[in-house]
């Protein structure tokens, strides 16, 4: 390689790298909403972590929130897809819970908006 090919190379990770940052953070939840039966239980920052508990007459759930993710990771009901739909962490990803009408979902900290129209 030349001393020129060098720099260049320097320059496009130098430019690259901050747009890559961005890319990769984009997107990422900021809190998650639990609501059971369509009402909203809690609101809960993915900044800290901590386990959730939810018991109800249809059953209950446990969540946790670790390194900025949220999972189930216990319930009672038959068929285990919350469980099984491992950790959410960006901008609208859900685990949901039929038997149970339970539902988490990750939302932004700047989503004021659903749709822009002109």
């Known amino acids: 390689m030349k001393k020129h090919d060098i720099i260049l190379l320097v320059v496009i990770i130098i430019v690259l790298l901050p747009i890559a940052i961005i890319l990769l953070n984009l997107g990422k ?5 639990v609501k059971i039966n369509g009402r909203v239980m809690k609101t809960i920052s993915l900044n800290k972590d901590g ?3 939810y018991v109800t007459d249809y059953g209950y759930n446990k969540i946790e929130v670790k390194d900025g993710k949220v999972r189930v990771f216990e319930a009672d009901c038959p068929n285990q897809d919350c469980v099984n739909k491992g950790y959410i962490e960006r901008n609208g990803e859900s685990i949901i819970c039929l038997p149970h009408k339970f539902e988490v979902t990750i939302k932004s900290k700047d989503d004021d908006y659903d749709v822009i129209v002109q």
């Open 29 to 33: 939840g900021g809190y998650a909403i």
């Open 51 to 53: 386990l959730y508990a």
